[in-house]
C-alpha cells in the first residue's frame, strides 16, 4: 500500500507539499498540484480520512437524516444529494429515522460523533430539543426547523394553485385533496392552503382529506382512498399531495370501476419516476428536487465555513400533464 511519502518521492516534493496538495491548504502553483495529483493517481493512494479528520476536526462526511428511504420522493432525493456532494469532493452518511424522534437525536450524536462537517434534515417534523448539540451547522429540506442555518422549499403554495386550477381548467366540479398528516404541521400543508384558496374562488365543491401517522408511515394509502372514494362518489377531480398516493388513486379507480381520465382526472405532485411507470401516466407538480440538493450541499458547506447563507431559499415548481388529466 502506497504512503504519503510514497506520493511525494515520485512526485519530487517533499511530503509537507504533497500533504498541503491534498489537504488544500496554502498557495501551490497548477505545476505542483498536478505532479501530486497524478502521482496519486497513478500510484492509487487513497488519503486516511481519520487522520485528516482529527486534523481538520471534520471529516468530508454530511450527515443525511430522512424519515423514509423506500419512499420514492426520498430516494430521488437522497441520490440528489450524494451527486451533489459527491461533485464538492464530499460523502454522505445516511440515517433513517423512521419518524421516531428518539433515533433522530441518536443520529445527531452519531453524526456528530463521525465529526461530519454538517447535518442535511430531510422532510421531518423536527424536536426543538435536539438542536442543542452546537459544533456543526443544520440545513433542511422541506421541513421546519426555524433553528437551522437554511431551509430549502420548493413553492409548495404556488402547487397546489397550479394543481388546482388544471383540475378546474379539465372540467372538474368535484375535487378531493389528499392532504398531509392531521395535526402535524409542514411545509406542504400550503398546497392544501393554495387547493382550497382556488376552489373557492371557482366556486367549486372540494375536500381536503388528512391523513394518519400509521397510512403516511407505511405508504399505504389504498383503503384510506377506497373508503373516501365510496363516501365521494360524484368526485371528478382528485389532487394527491404525492405521486405514490396518485399511483394508489389509480389501482383503486380500476377496482371501483372509475376510469381515469374518463370519470375521475388526477393530478400528483413531485415528479418522480414512478409517475411515468403507471397506466394512464400521471400529470403532477414538478418538485426540482435536483436544484433543492444542490441549494442544501452548498448552504452547508459555506456554512461549514463560516461563510453567510440565506436563511430559506424556495424554488419554484411546474405542472407537468400527462394521461391523467385531458388537457
Given at each position: 500500500m502506497?504512503?504519503?511519502?510514497d ?7 517533499t511530503?509537507?507539499t504533497?500533504s ?12 505542483t498540484?498536478h ?10 493512494y487513497?488519503?486516511n480520512?481519520l487522520?485528516?479528520?482529527?486534523s ?15 419512499h ?20 454522505i ?5 423512521k ?6 437525536a ?15 434534515f ?6 426543538s ?11 433542511a ?8 442555518v ?6 409548495n ?17 368535484n375535487?378531493?385533496?389528499f392532504?398531509g ?13 393554495a387547493?382550497t ?6 366556486k ?5 382529506i ?6 403516511y ?8 382512498i ?7 362518489p360524484?368526485?371528478?377531480?382528485i389532487?394527491a ?12 379507480c ?13 393530478i400528483?405532485?413531485?415528479d418522480?419516476?414512478?409517475s411515468t ?9 414538478h418538485?426540482p428536487?435536483k436544484?433543492?440538493a ?18 430559506k ?15
Amino acid at each position: 500500500m502506497s504512503t504519503l511519502k510514497d506520493v511525494a518521492e515520485k512526485a519530487g516534493v517533499t511530503v509537507t507539499t504533497a500533504s498541503r496538495v491534498i489537504n488544500n491548504r496554502g498557495y501551490l502553483s497548477e505545476e505542483t498540484k498536478h505532479k501530486v495529483k497524478q502521482a496519486m493517481e497513478e500510484l492509487h493512494y487513497r488519503p486516511n480520512e481519520l487522520a485528516r479528520s482529527l486534523s481538520k476536526q471534520v471529516t468530508s462526511t454530511i450527515g443525511v437524516i430522512t424519515p423514509h428511504i423506500a419512499h420514492p420522493y426520498f430516494a430521488q432525493l437522497i441520490s440528489q444529494l450524494e451527486n451533489a456532494a459527491t461533485k464538492r469532493g464530499f460523502k454522505i452518511l445516511l440515517c433513517n429515522s423512521k419518524e421516531d424522534h428518539s433515533l433522530e437525536a441518536e443520529y445527531i450524536d452519531l453524526c456528530k460523533s463521525n465529526r461530519v462537517a454538517g447535518i442535511i434534515f430531510c422532510g421531518m417534523i423536527l424536536a426543538s430539543e435536539q438542536y442543542s448539540q452546537k459544533g456543526f451547522p443544520f440545513v433542511a429540506i422541506e421541513c421546519n426547523s426555524p433553528l437551522c442555518v437554511s431551509t430549502i422549499l420548493c413553492d409548495n403554495y404556488a402547487g397546489g394553485r397550479l394543481a388546482a386550477e388544471h383540475l378546474i381548467e379539465c372540467g372538474c366540479k368535484n375535487l378531493i385533496h389528499f392532504s398531509g398528516i392531521i395535526d402535524q404541521e409542514m411545509p406542504g400543508d400550503s398546497r392544501a392552503q393554495a387547493f382550497t384558496d382556488v376552489c373557492k374562488h371557482y366556486k367549486v365543491t372540494f375536500n381536503n382529506i388528512w391523513t394518519g401517522d400509521s397510512t403516511y408511515y407505511t405508504m399505504d394509502y389504498h383503503e384510506f382512498i377506497k373508503q373516501t372514494l365510496l363516501t365521494y362518489p360524484d368526485t371528478d377531480g382528485i389532487f394527491a399531495s404525492s405521486d405514490l398516493i396518485a399511483a394508489q388513486v389509480i389501482q383503486v379507480c380500476a377496482e371501483i370501476g372509475k376510469k381515469i381520465p374518463d370519470d375521475i382526472q388526477l393530478i400528483g405532485f413531485d415528479d418522480v419516476a414512478l409517475s411515468t411507470l403507471t397506466t394512464p401516466q400521471i400529470s403532477t407538480i414538478h418538485q426540482p428536487t435536483k436544484e433543492m440538493a444542490e441549494m442544501a450541499v452548498e448552504s452547508l458547506i459555506k456554512s461549514s465555513g463560516q461563510e453567510t447563507v440565506p436563511n430559506k431559499i424556495v424554488l419554484p415548481v411546474s405542472l407537468v400533464k400527462r394521461q391523467s388529466t385531458r388537457k
